[in-house]
């Protein structure tokens, strides 16, 4: 009696061997089935068909790369003296002109300072004119007074130009300090798209070359200008960050996502009509002519491209591909120019 394993590894090379026959039937049932292209009795007629020779063609070579829209202009607003926030006059997506408060500190401590700066100001310019006092003396009040007065003036945080409030960071209550952001503004009428282009292929990328750039949630593919490319590379993802000016019809919102095609030098790729390429489910395949019958090639391909489709595998230089055919089309069906 044979051992458990034993049994085992037969059911499993039967299984192996059912799935093959499952599918050659299926392949057979595509290439040998009623359909438009599928083959005829090849003993009939020959099927007039219109063919083309495939040669390389010279094209650019695009890379496609992601990235991110941004505003050309963005400014984030922190405060320069610690005070607690009174008052936010502000939301995101307010619109502001240069100048405009958007949040307002609490200045007691700070009109206190500048009072008490002020009035030795005066006393020691009195003091001066009597010759009471130095210039030295009379300097070093004048500067604190100067320093009092601006830190006075930074208790009003204001728009430092006409833009979009598009981020705020901070309420009533809380405690600005040094470097703790609480504005985001953005300028609203001018962006730019900011892709990372790996370092392999940042040499064939140039100030000034156009890129078409397209903007997913608008829908609208939209033409660019590559302003900038940061000399150094991040270590982290070698590649060098490659920023984008816009021009849309429709204005993109920060944060949007988009797609550059970048030329990056010249290739040569094969490229057949799009009427020549067919699609059952997962397979793509095409029929090429030889030796006086169609001959079905299983194709991988790019996308269109100016009314022509790029093979990248399955097809070689010098085949002729049909193009069209006046009647049933199948592998190994006999075919005839027109």
Same mark, same amino acid.
């Given at each position: ?5 034993a ?6 090379l ?6 093959l ?10 290439t040998c089935?009623?359909?438009?292209e ?30 991110t829209v941004?505003?050309?202009?963005s400014a984030?607003?922190?405060a320069?003296v610690?005070a607690?926030?009174?008052e ?10 240069t100048g ?25 310019g009195?003091?001066l ?12 009040v004048?500067s604190?007074y100067?320093?009092?007065a601006?830190?006075l003036?930074?208790s ?10 598009t981020?705020?960071f ?9 470097g703790k952001?609480?504005?985001?503004v ?5 962006? /730019? &798209?900011?892709?990372? =282009? +790996?370092e392999?292929?940042?040499?064939g990328? #140039?100030?000034?070359?156009?890129v078409? !750039? @397209?903007i997913?949630?608008?829908g609208?593919?939209?033409s ?6 940061v ?21 993109p ?8 095609r970048?030329?990056?030098?010249? /290739? &040569?790729?094969?490229f =057949? +009509?799009t009427e020549?390429?067919?699609e059952? #489910? ?5 029929f !090429? @002519? ?8 299983l ?8 009314g022509?489709i790029?093979?990248?595998a ?21 075919v005839?120019?027109?």
């Amino acid at each position: 009696m044979p051992a458990p394993a034993a049994r085992m590894n037969d059911l499993d090379l039967r299984t192996v061997r059912a799935i093959l026959a499952m599918s050659l039937l299926a392949l057979a049932s595509l290439t040998c089935g009623s359909s438009k292209e599928e083959s005829v009795d090849a003993g009939g007629p020959a099927v007039d068909v219109r063919m083309r020779e495939i040669v390389p063609e010279r094209v650019a070579d695009i890379h496609e790369v992601v990235g991110t829209v941004r505003s050309r202009l963005s400014a984030t607003l922190a405060a320069k003296v610690t005070a607690t926030v009174d008052e936010v006059l502000v939301r995101p997506g307010d619109a502001v002109r240069t100048g405009d408060l958007l949040a307002k500190l609490d200045d007691r401590e700070l009109a206190a300072e500048f009072e008490r700066a002020r009035a030795d100001h005066e006393r020691f310019g009195r003091l001066l004119e009597r010759q009471a006092a130095t210039r030295a003396e009379f300097e070093a009040v004048r500067s604190r007074y100067l320093i009092a007065a601006a830190a006075l003036s930074y208790s009003s945080i204001t728009a430092p130009f006409d833009g979009l409030v598009t981020q705020k960071f901070c309420d009533a209550g809380d405690l600005a300090v040094p470097g703790k952001s609480l504005f985001t503004v953005e300028e609203r009428t001018t962006f /730019r &798209l900011e892709v990372n =282009v +790996p370092e392999r292929l940042a040499s064939g990328v #140039g100030l000034g070359e156009e890129v078409a !750039v @397209a903007i997913d949630a608008t829908g609208e593919e939209c033409s660019g200008t590559i302003s900038e490319i940061v000399p150094a590379a991040d270590a982290a993802t070698r590649s060098f960050l490659v920023k984008i000016d816009l021009r849309c019809r429709e204005l993109p919102k920060s944060g949007m996502f988009g797609r550059a095609r970048l030329p990056v030098g010249e /290739r &040569l790729g094969l490229f =057949v +009509p799009t009427e020549a390429v067919y699609e059952r #489910g997962q397979l793509t395949y095409l029929f !090429v @002519a030889s030796e006086g019958h169609a001959r079905m090639r299983l194709v991988k391909t790019r996308t269109a491209h100016e009314g022509a489709i790029e093979v990248l595998a399955g097809l070689q230089p010098g085949e002729q591909v049909i193009v069209s055919a006046e009647g049933q089309l199948g592998d190994g069906e006999r075919v005839e120019a027109r």
